[in-house]
């Protein structure tokens, strides 16, 4: 006779992987907020984008990309593509804040640090090729 089991998750999993959800949602609102802001064309957007001197289509760039990734980063198969895709976008967002708009740095390195921490956790989830 043969017998499967099926994996018993710790309180320590549990929690890890609601902490991993929690990360994905916050994620997801965050930038979902923004790209949505970016895409609307927001008086204080569109400003920020003219200071740094590339052109309104970088705003929009920015903007799909941060609501693609919002959506992706709650897909499953996606999270780990779109939380590495988003922390890409927050290292471009730190240097412009730094040497462009001479803004504070700490908001869009945070954003970066929890992208990795979800790319991170959710590592082992990402489909194989």
Avoid: H, Y
Avoid at 12 to 25: D, E, H, I, P
Avoid at 47 to 62: K, S, T
Wanted: charged share 10%; aromatic share 4%.
């Amino acid at each position: 006779m043969t017998s499967t089991s099926i994996p018993r998750t710790s309180a320590g999993g549990r929690a890890a992987t609601a902490a991993l959800w929690a990360g994905q949602a916050l994620l997801a609102a965050v930038f979902a907020g923004a790209g949505l802001a970016k895409l609307a064309g927001d008086p204080a957007m569109v400003e920020m984008f003219a200071d740094v001197g590339a052109g309104q289509w970088l705003r929009f760039l920015v903007g799909t990309c941060e609501v693609a990734g919002a959506v992706g980063v709650l897909v499953p198969r996606l999270a780990v593509a779109a939380a590495g895709g988003l922390a890409l976008l927050m290292v471009g967002a730190t240097v412009t804040n730094v040497a462009v708009l001479e803004a504070s740095p700490l908001p869009s390195a945070a954003l970066l640090v929890l992208a990795v921490l979800v790319a991170w956790g959710r590592r082992a989830a990402a489909p194989r090729s």
